[in-house]
T-cell receptor, first 112, second 112 residues
Framework: EAGVTQFPSHSVIEKGQTVTLRCDPI?????LYWYRRVMGKEIKFLLH????????ESGMPNNRFLAERTGGTYSTLKVQPAELEDSGVYFC??????????FGPGTRLTVT | LAKTTQPISMDSYEGQEVNITCSHN???????ITWYQQFPSQGPRFIIQ???TKVTNEVASLFIPADRKSSTLSLPRVSLSDTAVYYC?????????????FGTGTLLAVQP
C-alpha cells in the first residue's frame, strides 16, 4: 500500500512569489491534515480535512495560506504571497478514522 | 489538549532495552496516548497508540498506569537504526478535531 506522498520534496522561491504544495493521502483515508515545522520550532498543526470539508483550520497562520481538497482526494496548500517566515517543512498526514495519522515525507520550503 | 513532558535526550547501546517515559498530568478522559518516531528529513512515523494498561505491537510496547498521568514507550533490543526523535502525544482522537500537538520530543542516540 502506498503511503502519503507529497510534491515537491523541496521548493525554493523568492519572497512575494506563490507556491503550491500537493499532498496525496493514503487511498481511502477521509482525514487529511497539514502540519509545518519552521526552523528551530516544534511541528505545528495547520488544518484538518474530512473528505472535502475543512473540519478544523485553527492552525492556519494567516490569509496568505489557502488549503483545498476538491473531490476529497488530494489536497493542495497554496502560499500567496510567500514571506521569509513561511520557510520550513510542511507535512501532510492522513488517517482512516480518528486514530493513527500517517505522515508524508514533507516538503521543504525555502523563501529567499 | 493535554501537555506532555518527556526527556530531551537519551543515550543507549545496541541490544539494550530503552524505556522513554512521558508525563501527561492533565490527560482527559477521552484522550489517547500516541507515540511517533521521526528520522531526519522524514515525516513522523506512527509507532503505537493506547488508552490504558499495556499495548504491544511488532515494534514497541506502551505501558500506561491506572491513573494515566504518564506512559512509557519500551523499545526492545535497540539497534543503531533506532536513533531518532520520539514524540509522545495525547489527544481526544474521537473529538471534533484530531489535531496532534507535538512537543520537543526525545532524541534517542543509540551507540554501538
Amino acid at each position: 500500500e502506498a503511503g502519503v506522498t507529497q510534491f515537491p520534496s523541496h521548493s525554493v522561491i523568492e519572497k512575494g512569489q506563490t507556491v503550491t504544495l500537493r499532498c496525496d493521502p493514503i487511498s481511502g483515508h477521509d482525514n487529511l491534515y497539514w502540519y509545518r515545522r519552521v526552523m528551530g520550532k516544534e511541528i505545528k498543526f495547520l488544518l484538518h480535512f474530512v473528505k472535502e470539508s475543512k473540519q478544523d483550520e485553527s492552525g492556519m497562520p494567516n490569509n496568505r495560506f489557502l488549503a483545498e481538497r476538491t473531490g476529497g482526494t488530494y489536497s493542495t496548500l497554496k502560499v500567496q504571497p510567500a514571506e521569509l517566515e513561511d520557510s520550513g517543512v510542511y507535512f501532510c498526514a492522513s488517517s482512516q478514522g480518528a486514530l493513527g495519522q500517517y505522515f508524508g515525507p514533507g516538503t521543504r520550503l525555502t523563501v529567499t | 489538549l493535554a501537555k506532555t513532558t518527556q526527556p530531551i535526550s537519551m543515550d543507549s547501546y545496541e541490544g539494550q532495552e530503552v524505556n522513554i517515559t512521558c508525563s501527561h498530568n492533565n490527560i482527559a478522559t477521552n484522550d489517547y496516548i500516541t507515540w511517533y518516531q521521526q528520522f531526519p528529513s522524514q515525516g513522523p512515523r506512527f509507532i503505537i497508540q493506547g488508552y490504558k494498561t499495556k499495548v504491544t505491537n511488532e515494534v514497541a510496547s506502551l505501558f500506561i498506569p491506572a491513573d494515566r498521568k504518564s506512559s512509557t514507550l519500551s523499545l526492545p533490543r535497540v539497534s543503531l537504526s533506532d536513533t531518532a526523535v520520539y514524540y509522545c502525544l495525547v489527544g481526544d482522537m474521537g473529538g471534533a478535531t484530531n489535531k496532534l500537538i507535538f512537543g520537543t520530543g526525545t532524541l534517542l542516540a543509540v551507540q554501538p
